[in-house]
C-alpha cells in the first residue's frame, strides 16, 4: 500500500497561514489523497481531499504537485482552533476494503 | 443531525473480562470501520464491514471480534484474548459508492482501561 510522510510536528503563529507537507512517492494512478484532522481526545475530522488538481474549501485548500509525490494543506489564517494533529492519507478510489492506516501525522501548534 | 454515536465514552474493565462496545450511525452509509489509537500514536484498523453481514479484518484484528446484523450498527468486542486492550476506540463510517473519494465521518471514541 502506498504510504505518507509527514513532519511530526510544526509551529505557526496566529493568524499566519500554515502549509502542511506530505510526501506520497509510491502514490498510485488511482489514489485519492485525503486530510484529517483530530482535536485532543476527539474523532477525527475530514478537512479536503483531492485527486489531481487544486481544491479550496471553507476549511483549507490542498495543494497537489503535478507528479502528485507530494501535497500541502494550507490553511490561509492559522487560529488557536486549528491546533490538532493533521494526517495525510491515500485512499484507493477503486476498492473501499483498501483501508486507511493514519500514521502519526504532524502535530500543528498554534502560538497566540 | 446525522452522526454517529459511540458508547460508552469512557470504560473500565477488569482483565479477563470481555466488553463490547457500540457504535451507531444513521447516516446510511454502507462501510463502517473500527480503529485503535494508542496514546501520541496514529490510527490502526481493526475491523471494516462493507455491507451487512460481512467484514474484513483489519491490521490488528487479533483480540477482537465485530458483527454487523444491521446496516445502522458495527459492535466491537475486546475480547480477554487481547492482550494490551487499554486504547482510544473509533468508529467511522463511509458511502460505498465511489471509495476513492468517499470521506471518513468519524465518532467521538470510546476511552477503554483495563484495570
Known amino acids: 500500500d502506498a504510504k505518507t510522510t509527514q513532519p511530526n510536528s510544526m509551529e505557526s503563529n496566529e493568524e499566519e497561514p500554515v502549509h502542511l507537507p506530505c510526501n506520497h512517492s509510491?502514490?498510485?494512478?488511482?489514489?485519492?489523497i485525503h486530510w484529517y484532522r483530530q482535536l485532543p481526545s476527539q474523532g477525527p475530522e475530514y478537512v479536503i481531499h483531492g485527486l489531481t488538481s487544486n481544491v479550496n474549501n471553507r476549511m483549507a485548500s490542498l495543494a497537489i504537485a503535478e507528479d502528485r509525490k507530494s501535497s500541502t494543506l494550507i490553511l490561509h489564517r492559522a487560529t488557536l482552533r486549528d491546533a490538532a494533529v493533521y494526517y495525510c492519507i491515500l485512499r484507493d478510489r477503486r476498492d473501499a476494503g483498501n483501508m486507511l492506516t493514519f500514521g502519526g501525522g504532524t502535530r500543528l501548534m498554534v502560538k497566540p | 443531525d446525522g452522526g454517529i454515536t459511540q458508547s460508552p465514552k469512557y470504560l473500565f474493565r477488569k482483565e479477563g473480562q470481555n466488553v463490547t462496545l457500540s457504535c451507531e450511525q444513521n447516516l446510511n452509509h454502507d462501510a463502517m470501520y473500527w480503529y485503535r489509537q494508542d496514546p501520541g500514536q496514529g490510527l490502526r484498523l481493526i475491523y471494516y464491514s462493507q455491507i451487512v453481514n460481512d467484514f474484513q479484518k483489519g491490521d490488528i484484528a487479533e483480540g477482537y471480534s465485530v458483527s454487523r446484523e444491521k446496516k445502522e450498527s458495527f459492535p466491537l468486542t475486546v475480547t480477554s484474548a487481547q492482550k494490551n486492550p487499554t486504547a482510544f476506540y473509533l468508529c467511522?463510517?463511509?458511502?460505498?459508492?465511489?471509495?476513492?473519494?468517499?470521506?471518513?465521518?468519524f465518532g467521538a471514541g470510546s476511552r477503554l482501561t483495563v484495570l
Open positions: 467511522a463510517s463511509s458511502l460505498q459508492g465511489a471509495p476513492g473519494a468517499n470521506v471518513l465521518t
Open positions: 509510491t502514490i498510485s494512478g488511482t489514489d485519492y
